[in-house]
């Protein structure tokens, strides 16, 4: 049953969803931050209009800086940045930044804890015909091991912005995950959105499955198919991959058992590693993590990648029936 | 911090900055005697006459920013900060030890004074240019200085910094390149070349002083706000000996990255003792 008090849109399943691309969201969020705040700046790497950076560029060009291709440097501004007040959001593909300058951050934000947030555009296989030097599917675990770091991975537009606006509000590192693909809208203003919990999105008793990013609805699209087949599936919205909300993903494992993590990522270090971890210590069941098999991505559609690497909603009840063969076995 | 003016009293400073380096870096056993050495006069000129700053109130809001990019020869920082009053002197004992504020690459959150965590090396001047980029954003009139090291300009985030620097004319911006032509491997002009290092940062459109970096009186004139050009920021060449003061550690690269032993110190202190006396005779050019 889909959680009501979730507010997702009315017609969930219907065929004219709406789509919008999760950068969207950051540009959204930058500019409602940038009204808000006047210490918020944003720097680019030489990709302001396709990570959405040209929203907030447009509105406040006084605070914006164009940094040029050198995300070294971007990152590394950016915390000079921070340690004179500022609020900085630095932004380019997800390959090249945290991708190439990850012990920058790791010292000059992380451990040197400055404000600083980290926008990872274009993430994922859905990036599609650039191919995959230009599909992040590791940034989630780059960043995961640094301490000081939050990570979030939105599941559509909307939540974006929310997500956006949320880390600059706290006062502490933070990576958010961007796609570049249009991906259906399904969660509206009213759909709560909290740095660090995890949301169910619909409740079942069979196996729980735990999804991030714009994959979150092909985890419902799953869960829909595998009622008719008698399966009832809780989905879980965990946006927040650090710090894991273990408490609600605990509590929906003790009533089903099995466990089926969705991410377009490795299955290696991201939400999948991140649950996997955290269950093996605290409460052990049968776990089948929908991701990226330890392989790199390559040029295609972006509806013909998914497909390929094995991330769409069938691929996901295939893994659930798995699950739940394991937890059977038992 | 009121300002020494008198040269021979900065000069009696660095001269025991420098013996409270070897001293710590023996007790620790382990870290870097050069490149401290080298800069200890720069440090000095810069703590005790060049900045505005509060040892009582590290973090006061007039205060000038000292950005060390290359963090490794921190002893010369903590030596410093310790003299000017930031900590006990004693503490410099704790150098690199378990639970030490003074960790072996210096950690901003572990110490008040400093301005930012450094080590791995080329990331310091990007900081600083952060620092400086907002400062003037909102109108303040703090500078900022950054040391950075000639080994450290083998990285590439060094020279994406020169250039946004360049750009947007970051006139608030001081640089120090501690020119002592070592890093570990070897010296400078083997490992990697970097001269004809001045025209270079001319040609990026710098305002480049040159100096003798172990020279008290070229130092101050280098950094005084009238050598500041407006529209530009400024590279501070400063040419040093590593080692400086202790004749068998002086221009050898092989004490870039070790600690005297005990018995060693002892002979590097007389050395320095010599050097503090020929000061105070006003002997020393």
Known sequence: ?330 | MKKIKDTRKLKLIANKIRQDIIKSLTEAGSGHSAGPLGMADVLTALYFNVMEHDPKNPGWGKRDYFVLSNGHICPVLYATLANAGYFPEAELMTLRKLGSRLQGHPHRAALPGLETTSGPLGSGLSQAAGMAYGLRMDQRPNRVFCLTSDGEHNEGNIWEAVLFIAKNKLDNLTAILDRNYIQIDGNTEDVMPLDPVKEKYLAFNWNVIEIDGNNMEEILTALSPAKRLSGKPAMVIARNVPGKGVSFMENNYEWHGKPPTQEQAEIALAELEYWREKIVAGEEQ
């Not at chain 1, 999105?201 to 979150?216: E, N």
């Not at chain 1, 799953?222 to 408490?247: S, Y």
């Open chain 1, 1 to 330: 049953m889909t959680n009501k008090k979730m507010y997702l849109i009315d017609d969930l399943y219907g065929e004219n969803i709406k789509q919008a691309p999760t950068r969207d969201g950051y540009g959204n969020g930058l500019v409602a931050l940038g009204e808000a705040d006047r210490n918020v700046v944003v720097l680019c790497a030489d990709l302001t209009d396709s990570t959405r950076s040209k929203y907030f560029a447009d509105k406040f060009p006084d605070r914006f800086i164009e940094i040029g291709v050198a995300e070294q440097n971007m990152v590394t501004v950016a915390s000079g940045l921070a340690a004179v007040g500022k609020i900085p959001f630095v932004a380019s593909y997800a390959t090249f930044c945290p991708g190439r300058c990850w012990e920058q951050i790791r010292t000059t934000i992380c451990y040197n804890d400055r404000n600083v947030k980290i926008a990872g555009a274009h993430a994922g296989i859905s990036v599609g015909p650039d191919g995959a030097t230009h599909q992040a599917l590791e940034d989630i675990a780059l960043m995961r091991a640094l301490p000081n770091m939050v990570v979030v991975v939105p599941c559509d537009a909307n939540e974006a912005k929310k997500a956006t606006i949320a880390v600059g509000k706290i006062k502490k590192p933070a990576y958010v995950r961007f796609t570049r693909e249009k991906t259906p809208l399904f969660t509206t203003e009213k759909t709560p959105f909290q740095l660090g919990k995890a949301e169910v999105y619909r409740d079942g008793k069979d196996v729980t499955i735990i999804a991030c990013g714009s994959l979150v609805y092909q985890a419902l699209l799953a869960a829909k198919e595998l009622e008719k087949d008698g399966v009832e599936a809780t989905v879980i919205n965990c946006h927040t991959i650090k710090p894991l909300d273990g408490k609600t993903i605990m509590k929906a494992v003790r009533q089903t058992g099995a466990v089926v993590t969705v991410e377009e990522h490795q299955i290696t270090g991201g939400l999948g590693g991140a649950v996997a971890e955290y269950l093996s210590e605290n409460y052990p069941v049968p776990l089948k993590r929908v991701g990226v098999q330890d392989r790199f991505g390559e040029s295609g559609a972006p509806d013909e990648l998914l497909k390929k690497f094995g991330l769409t909603y069938t691929d996901i009840m295939e893994s659930v029936k798995n699950a739940l063969r394991l937890k059977n076995e038992r």
